[in-house]
């Protein structure tokens, strides 16, 4: 059955490069990111990795921590890792789970009538809470837009906390919508310094804490 938003991401114990960990214990109150990788050695995947080590900082600022997979064994991710680092000038900052496909399997990462093991470029968003919210899959071929997906939990964690949407194309500081679940009157407690009434559905309105 696929894993659709809003469901508890199911949880499993991993061999990592950090160590053997639960993902849930893991998680552990903060937001997470889950992204597979096809196996080990491959050009975009290395790409990936050592963006996204690049962007640790950003992550944990937002209180995100990150966690790769890769359908390959544990011994090959050690020397993958210095590859990284050599070619992308970052090293692996973040545990990098050696799965055997049971997990990429427990989270729809393997298409079922596929001949080989290769993933799908995958990735979940998990709130403290466990549940997923957010998935996105990419070809094996198209390296993922890891920019798009800190906006996209600025998004989320702005959301979470203020009864707000953010727009097309939002990005952290701009206005956002006041959702349409909020009246004028309660909107005028939440938002005292006023908003934009486009449409009575559409109320623009600054970004709360911008």
């Known amino acids: 059955m696929a894993i659709l938003i809003g469901d508890t991401a199911p949880d499993f114990t991993a061999q990592t490069t950090e160590g053997e960990i639960r993902f849930h214990d893991y998680i552990d109150g903060s937001w997470a990111v889950l992204f ?3 196996k080990n050695y491959t050009p975009v995947c290395t790409t990936e990795l050592g963006y996204t080590a690049k962007l640790k900082p950003e992550f944990e600022k937002r209180g995100v921590k990150v966690l790769g997979l890769s359908v390959d064994k544990i011994e090959d991710h050690e020397g993958w890792a210095r590859d990284i680092e050599e070619t992308q000038g970052t090293a692996l900052n973040f545990p990098l789970i ?8 427990q989270y729809d990462m393997i298409h079922p009538n596929a001949d080989n093991t290769l993933t799908v470029r995958s990735v979940f968003v998990v709130g403290p809470d466990k549940k997923v ?10 390296g993922r ?17 203020h009864q707000v949407a953010t727009p097309v194309n939002w990005k952290n500081g701009e206005d956002v919508i006041i959702v349409p679940a909020v009246t004028n009157e309660q909107a ?18 600054k970004q709360p804490g911008a």
């Open 145 to 161: 837009n890891f920019d798009e997906i800190l906006r996209v939990i600025d998004s989320l964690q702005l959301t979470a906390s």
């Open 133 to 142: 919210k957010l998935k996105l899959e990419y070809p094996a071929s198209t």
């Open 98 to 105: 050696a799965d055997d496909g049971t997990i990429a399997r």
């Open 36 to 38: 597979s990788h096809p």
């Open 188 to 205: 005028k407690e939440k938002f005292p310094e006023g908003w934009n009434e486009v449409k009575p559905y559409l109320r623009i309105v």
